[in-house]
């Protein structure tokens, strides 16, 4: 985005806290969880963010330097003008909720279930927040740095259906 784009973005979301970066031309812009859907229908509806490419999260535990456990990153398009940005929020447990941007792209069902289902992120408001990859039953969050390589046993507790059983 351009400086004057940025300058815009800032003074229609006064008193936001915006921090942009930008590395190898592409844009970043880290913002606080609770200005979330605020931001992302700004960016939707004002400035043609009219994708949503991508959602996941990183883990930062045990990262040197890192101040935040998990960075919730949000990968936006303009199909216009073929602009993209990425767009990061930071959280820590115990408050691991955001808003769900499901009502302003639907893109963002099966990608939001997908970080709860790995991170164990939730996003409030949306509308059928469920396990996507693993058994409802399943307690842990894979992705997670605490999580065991191994696992902790639980494939054991699952049942597996083989070719010879279907």
Request: charged share 25%; net charge negative; hydrophobic share 40%.
């Amino acid at each position: 985005m351009s400086a004057s784009t940025k300058d815009t973005l800032s003074s229609t979301l006064p008193g936001k806290k915006l921090s942009w970066s930008d590395f190898r031309g592409q844009q970043r812009l880290t913002i606080e969880p609770s200005d979330l859907l605020e931001v992302m229908a700004t960016l939707k509806e004002k400035f043609g963010f009219d994708m949503l490419i991508d959602i996941t999260a990183v883990d930062y535990l045990e990262y040197a330097g890192a101040k935040d456990r998990f960075e919730l990153v949000y990968c936006l398009l303009g199909t216009e003008s073929g602009e993209r940005l990425v767009v990061s929020a930071f959280l820590n447990e115990p408050d691991l909720e955001v808003a769900s941007v499901y009502g302003l792209w639907k893109a963002a069902d099966w990608l939001e279930r997908e970080v709860f289902d790995m991170f164990g992120i939730t996003f409030a408001g949306h509308p059928n927040l469920r396990r996507l990859l693993l058994p409802e039953q399943f307690a842990s969050f894979p992705l997670r740095k605490d999580y065991p390589v191994q696992g902790r046993g639980e494939r054991h507790n699952f049942p597996v259906v083989t070719r010879a059983d279907s």
